[in-house]
């Protein structure tokens, strides 16, 4: 009976697959990253009018001794350096 469901509901298929209903972890404040990660704040883009997208920003291990106890303009200035930035979008409905 399942394929027969997801050939008449093909939404139910992204749904169990995606499980973009489900916020996870539960219980946890995604805007203080710091509380789960060492090295990371949280920072924020206005992309257009009306639209905010909130970015995680975390050094690599060999500046963590260097970010500790530092403040987001640190983090800021971090990412104009010579060092590569990895880029990693991931959300799902519950969380974006």
Same mark, same amino acid.
């Given at each position: 009976?399942?394929?027969f469901?997801?050939?008449l509901f093909p939404v139910l298929l992204t749904k169990f697959v995606f499980?973009?209903?489900l916020a996870f972890p539960f219980?946890? /404040?995604?805007r203080r990253p710091?509380?789960?990660?060492n090295n990371t704040v949280s920072l924020y883009l206005a992309t257009e009018p009306g639209v905010?997208?909130?970015i995680w920003h975390t050094?690599?291990?060999s500046r963590g001794a260097e970010a500790q106890g530092k403040d987001q303009r640190w983090y800021e200035e971090a990412l104009a /350096?010579?060092?590569?930035?990895i880029i990693y979008l991931h959300g799902n409905g519950g969380t974006r």
């Open positions: 009976s399942v394929p469901l997801i050939r499980l973009n209903f219980f946890v /404040d995604l710091e509380l789960l990660l905010t997208v909130g050094v690599p291990g /350096d010579a060092h590569p930035v």
